[in-house]
């Protein structure tokens, strides 16, 4: 008899979708699990794909199918949904397995430091059963006054504009809004040196 599997069901979250690959001996009592009893989400989605050698089942979805929901933190945003296992009813009373529901979720996080000078994080999944983080990528650029362009110099006169555009690019994830809670000029890179001119702050 093959060992149970340590983690019987497991999610990875991507850019613009979630993968749930779940073990049918989903109990580790050894008995399998049917396909067609697992659903995913409140839509009640059905697997995409299984494997009969390696004994698991697998769900693909958009952030926003199958009936997920969204939860926005200071922090994060989180996305919500449940791997369902819904045997049918059976008259045969030997052996009875209940039904079962195991939420799942993941987390994007919504905040980022960034400068002028775009960042080049490194994508880090969190791995777990349950959850997973993928982050996303900020830039700040200053634009030139009809904001067509990127201005070439980043010397200012006293009373001037300054046309700052923030971004975040988004590739195949849903559109996103974008708030700075804070942002300093100063002479050098360092936002603790001095003198330092606060542009926006108290969180906007």
Same mark, same amino acid.
């Given at each position: 008899?093959?060992?149970?599997?340590?983690?019987?069901?497991?999610?990875q979250?991507?850019?613009?979708?979630?993968?749930?690959?779940?073990?049918?001996?989903?109990?580790?009592?050894?008995?399998?699990?049917?396909?067609?009893?697992?659903?995913?989400?409140?839509?009640?989605?059905?697997?995409?794909?299984q494997?009969?050698?390696e004994?698991?089942?697998?769900?693909?979805?958009?952030?926003?199918?199958?009936?997920?929901s969204?939860?926005?933190?200071?922090?994060?945003?989180?996305?919500?949904?449940?791997?369902?296992?819904?045997?049918?009813?059976? &008259? %045969?009373? *030997?052996?009875r397995?209940? #039904?079962?529901?195991?939420? =799942?979720?993941?987390?994007?996080?919504?905040?980022?430091? $960034?400068?002028?000078?775009?960042?080049?994080?490194?994508w880090?999944?969190?791995?777990?059963?349950?959850?997973?983080?993928?982050?996303?990528?900020?830039s700040?650029?200053l634009?030139n006054?009809?904001?067509?362009?990127?201005?070439?110099?980043?010397?200012?006169?006293?009373?001037? &504009? %300054?046309? *700052?555009?923030?971004?975040? #690019?988004?590739?195949?994830h =849903?559109?996103?809004?974008?708030?700075?809670?804070?942002? $300093?000029?100063?002479?050098?890179?360092?936002?603790?040196s001095?003198?330092?001119?606060?542009?926006?702050?108290?969180?906007?």
């Amino acid at each position: 008899q093959a060992a149970a599997p340590l983690h019987p069901v497991a999610v990875q979250c991507q850019e613009a979708q979630m993968v749930v690959t779940v073990h049918r001996d989903l109990f580790g009592t050894g008995r399998l699990v049917k396909a067609a009893d697992l659903t995913l989400g409140s839509a009640s989605c059905l697997p995409v794909a299984q494997s009969a050698a390696e004994g698991t089942v697998t769900f693909v979805a958009g952030l926003h199918e199958c009936g997920s929901s969204l939860q926005m933190t200071p922090d994060s945003l989180i996305y919500r949904t449940s791997l369902s296992y819904k045997p049918p009813p059976t &008259n %045969l009373m *030997i052996v009875r397995t209940n #039904a079962a529901v195991v939420p =799942i979720e993941c987390h994007y996080p919504r905040k980022s430091n $960034v400068s002028s000078d775009a960042i080049q994080p490194t994508w880090a999944p969190f791995y777990s059963t349950l959850a997973g983080e993928e982050k996303l990528m900020f830039s700040l650029r200053l634009m030139n006054g009809d904001w067509s362009s990127e201005r070439l110099s980043n010397g200012f006169q006293l009373g001037e &504009n %300054l046309h *700052i555009q923030a971004d975040v #690019a988004s590739g195949n994830h =849903i559109p996103l809004r974008l708030f700075v809670d804070d942002c $300093v000029a100063t002479l050098s890179p360092d936002r603790s040196s001095s003198p330092r001119y606060a542009l926006i702050d108290f969180s906007g």
